[in-house]
């Protein structure tokens, strides 16, 4: 059972625009949401993280909106480059007190900014 | 500072043969973890280590799988024997005490 869905699976968006990626989790337990950007061969590599006592969490042109009572959190990109072109996955896991735990990946959404 | 890096980039063997993939996490990452993408699907969880001790294997998807992390440094998972279902990308990540960081993972093709 798939505990993050993610959605699209593939998105194209024009230079300048903004690039939406959705993503929702059934496990309220779940206390940190990170997005993941990864490139062709390389590994996953952290863009932006948020935990569910804020709405909204805003780095640069990358915002992460967070809808607790819906179970839904989203990835706004801002004026999209094409150096953005990239796989992007949303993750939630269950940290705790430990402040370490495994990650549960939505399936990835490719995009693709076109100049 | 080195990241965690991961030998072999790409592994191609036939079904029935044996596999070794290591992972080397960042140094003093007490944290090490194992993930698994099968093509167009999610980034699964395999297991996890604090220092040499797993500490959650759930995610094994059965006995051909065997981690081991020698002394509490570098990691590896054999794959014996194996079967076609195995093919994906093998990726490890590290932490300590803050976000996981991840390896360029293992491209392994069972054919």
């Known amino acids: 059972q798939q505990q993050v869905k993610q959605s699209p699976q593939s998105l194209i968006v024009q230079k300048g625009g903004i690039s939406i990626i959705n993503c929702a989790y059934e496990?309220?337990?779940?206390?940190?949401f990170p997005w993941y950007q990864q490139f062709p061969g390389k590994g996953p590599a952290l863009l932006i993280a948020?935990?569910?006592?804020?709405s909204e969490k805003k780095e640069g042109r990358f915002t992460i909106s967070f809808n607790k009572s819906a179970k839904q959190f989203s990835l706004h990109i801002m004026d999209s480059q094409p150096g953005d072109s990239a796989t992007y996955f949303c993750?939630?896991?269950?940290?705790?007190?430990?402040?370490?735990?495994?990650?549960?990946f939505g399936t990835g959404t490719r995009l693709t900014v076109i100049p | 500072e080195a990241g965690v890096t991961q030998f072999p980039s790409h592994s191609v063997i036939e079904k029935g043969q044996t596999v070794t993939l290591r992972c080397d996490p960042i140094?003093?990452?007490?944290?090490l973890y194992w993930y698994r993408r099968v093509m167009g699907k999610e980034i699964k969880f395999l297991l996890h280590?604090?220092?040499?001790?797993?500490?959650?294997e759930s995610g094994m998807p059965n006995n051909r799988f065997l981690a081991e992390r020698t002394g509490g440094t570098y990691s590896t998972l054999k794959v014996q024997p194996a079967e076609l279902e195995d093919s994906g990308v093998y990726f490890c990540?590290?932490?300590?005490?803050?976000?996981?960081?991840f390896g360029d993972g293992t491209r392994l093709s069972i054919l």
């Open positions: 990540a590290s932490s300590q005490g803050g976000p996981q960081h």
């Open positions: 496990n309220t337990a779940f206390d940190y």
């Open positions: 948020i935990r569910p006592d804020v």
């Open positions: 993750a939630a896991s269950k940290e705790g007190e430990t402040g370490a735990n495994n990650l549960f």
């Open positions: 140094s003093g990452h007490d944290n």
């Open positions: 280590f604090v220092k040499e001790s797993k500490q959650d």
